[in-house]
T-cell receptor, first 109, second 114 residues
Framework: KNEVEQSPQNLTAQEGEFITINCSYSVGISALHWLQQHPGGGIVSLFMLSSGKKKHGRLIATINIQEKHSSLHITASHPRDSAVYICAVSPRGTDKLIFGTGTRLQVFP | NAGVMQNPRHLVRRRGQEARLRCSPMKGHSHVYWYRQLPEEGLKFMVY????????ESGMPKERFSAEFPKEGPSILRIQQVVRGDSAAYFC????????????FGPGTRLTVL
């Protein structure tokens, strides 16, 4: 079993829909990261969380440390949101990231 | 402030040759991380370096792979005697402090071994 699990693996949506991507992890962490990988391969850091909730534009990330779970929400989704969304954790006491396998999102007009 | 730079963007090598991948972190960042993404697979940690020091190389294959981050110049990931299984995208990231800080990723180097 992977230390970081994401669901769903693939997600399709119509423009305007509310999107939720889930991430569960099995190790103690010092931080959780949400990343976006574009079709061309480039990776952008969206959020870094250690507790609570963060919002940036139409993106919201939440984390529940007790339940070892995080969610990434996209409100009013748009075709340009189509990408792979990756959850990664920094295990406590280390400086490396462990990655989930990603969620491939396609938003259709 | 330029982002993380990687070069080359694409590298083709024949089996048995050496591959050198370069990464220049963001200005002011002294923490560098290398990750590998095999075709159709997720990202995997390889190595974490600070200037002149390897901090964590637990993700590096035991043979043929090495990394450095000298006092002057870019970080280098070196793969000796490449094999077809080394074909992958290699990403570098940098951060101001440790992995609990936001990491900024370079565009990646896509290595193809013929």
């Amino acid at each position: 079993k992977n230390e970081v699990e994401q669901s769903p693996q693939n997600l399709t949506a119509q423009e305007g829909e509310f999107i939720t991507i889930n991430c569960s992890y099995s190790v103690g962490i010092s931080a959780l990261h949400w990343l976006q990988q574009h079709p061309g391969g480039g990776i952008v850091s969206l959020f870094m969380l250690s507790s609570g909730k963060k919002k940036h534009g139409r993106l919201i990330a939440t984390i529940n440390i007790q339940e070892k779970h995080s969610s990434l929400h996209i409100t009013a989704s748009h075709p340009r949101d189509s990408a792979v969304y990756i959850c990664a954790v920094s295990p406590r006491g280390t400086d490396k990231l462990i990655f989930g396998t990603g969620t491939r999102l396609q938003v259709f007009p | 402030n330029a982002g993380v730079m990687q070069n080359p963007r694409h590298l083709v090598r024949r089996r048995g040759q050496e591959a050198r991948l370069r990464c220049s972190p963001m200005k002011g960042h002294s923490h560098v991380y290398w990750y590998r993404q095999l075709p159709e697979e997720g990202l995997k940690f390889m190595v974490y370096l600070q200037k002149e020091n390897i901090i964590d190389e637990s993700g590096m294959p035991k043979e043929r792979f090495s990394a450095e981050f000298p006092k002057e110049g870019p970080s280098i990931l070196r793969i000796q005697q490449v094999v077809r299984g080394d074909s992958a995208a290699y990403f570098c990231a940098s951060s101001l402090t440790t992995a609990t800080d936001t990491q900024y990723f370079g565009p990646g180097t896509r290595l193809t071994v013929l």
